[in-house]
């Protein structure tokens, strides 16, 4: 049998740790607060790159690479910047065997760097838009780490773009969070909520903040992706002015926008159970496993008819494999396989042979029904797509539920319990989403945040229209519609 997994109703958290480690995603590394990405959590990963990627390029984007190092007095020029950043920052001092005359951090984004360089390459309004992407890894030193949701070096893409006009940077802001919206809720059936972040939890340097927020098993909200307005306060820091259609010098307006390999984390949580991974079919390097039931009399038999199958789901399109290996029994396989989170396990035995047909097993809802064999191709791209439909449907309903409208204060610290209690975090924890008015200020959120460690997640983007009432944490008049929990 594969290792045990902790039930999430008991430690939500260890049972989060149990997936990653027995579905070989990813591993503790020598290096503190780094993770090691093992090959089946980097397959996960590289098929979200290649969703962004396209779409990135679609809406004209081009990839490119900056260095690793940056300047300390880079960062030093945008205050609010580096006072977000310090603390995180890792700085190499020494190269060469001497001492550097000035140090350099690692990056912990790259704002800077490319600021620096957009000096020289923008002169005109005839150089922008300037939409650049970059794949690359980070470092932003944690304290707590944990696999794929923290560490300290992670992979991410940023994007950073140089415009003429307020309007279209603020337009390529808003169009690259719907990027991430469409990749995280398509591929990774993680429904989101998007919407500006508050002052206190905007970028460090953003002028506003739009994010997508999904809801985890443990109720608990998980930021999957940013994108930022910055405006022209970069362009001021590196000076980078163009000449504009009436011939005047301006500053450029500037946008950044991550998403990073925390979108592994989150596909995991989302939809994963007590017997271990659960994939979307878009994300699963196998989508369909083929597991024989092998006996000595009928062994070569049904191989050969197995590997029949396996040709067929391939011509279909389907990313399926074999598992004729018989040095373990076929109850050993169905739960290691259950365990990587294949969507669609198929079991062929000498009787399925004889009765032309084959048994399917969904690892989303453990539903099992035969399917004649002839079939298997049709029916198995039809069983994975349900399959795709029903996770996203299922995490919907669970946010949905687990959401609540809430109008004063003692109901907000009931529904998220005060800090300290639950601390181990259990999928029965107290909380969820509370939809509810918000004065603006942000005294209001440092109080709540101080008492039950919930934080405005977002003010969702569709729902700031005729905003009538009062703050559900003062009483004042409301400015806003925000959903409040915490958070990852
Ligand atoms: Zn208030």
Known sequence: MADKITPRATD?????????????????????????????????????????????????????????????????KEADHVKGFKPELAVVTHAGGEELEEPYCIRPTSETIIWAMYKNWIQSWRDLPLLYNQWANV???????????????????????????????????LRMVEVYRDVVERHLCVPVLMGMKSEAEKFAGAVHTLSIEAMMQDKKALQAGTSHYLGQNFAKAFDVQFQNREGKLEHVYATSWGTSTRLVGAVIMTHSDDKGLVLPPSLAVDQVVIVPILRNDSKVAVIAHAEG?????????????????????????????????????????????????????????GEKFTVPAGEIGTKAVEVLEAIQKNLFERAKKFRDDNTHVITNYDDMKAFFGLAGEDAAGTANAKGGFADALWCGDAVCETRLKAETKATIRCLPHDRQEGIHGSCALCGAPARHRAVFARAY
């Open 309 to 365: 199958l396996l040709a067929t789901l391939k011509a279909a399109g389907v990313r399926a494999r074999l598992d004729s290996d018989d040095s373990q029994s076929p109850g050993w396989k169905f739960a290691e396989w259950e365990m990587r989170g294949v969507p669609v396990r198929v079991e062929v035995g000498p009787k399925d042979m004889a009765a032309g047909h084959v048994m399917f097993a969904r690892r989303d809802t």
């Open 12 to 76: 939500y958290s260890q049972w989060y740790i149990d997936i990653v480690l027995n579905a070989k995603l990813a591993d503790y590394s020598p290096v503190k607060g780094s993770m090691v990405i093992r090959p089946r959590g980097y397959a996960i990963w590289e098929r979200i790159q290649a969703e962004m990627d396209r779409r990135f390029k679609e809406t004209g984007h081009e990839n490119a690479y900056f260095p690793l190092l940056i300047p300390m007095s880079f960062l030093q």
């Open 139 to 173: 470092m932003r030193w944690e304290k707590r780490t944990r696999l794929f949701l923290r560490t300290s070096e992670f992979l991410w893409q940023e994007g950073h773009t140089a415009h003429e006009t307020q309007k279209e940077a603020e337009e390529e802001a």
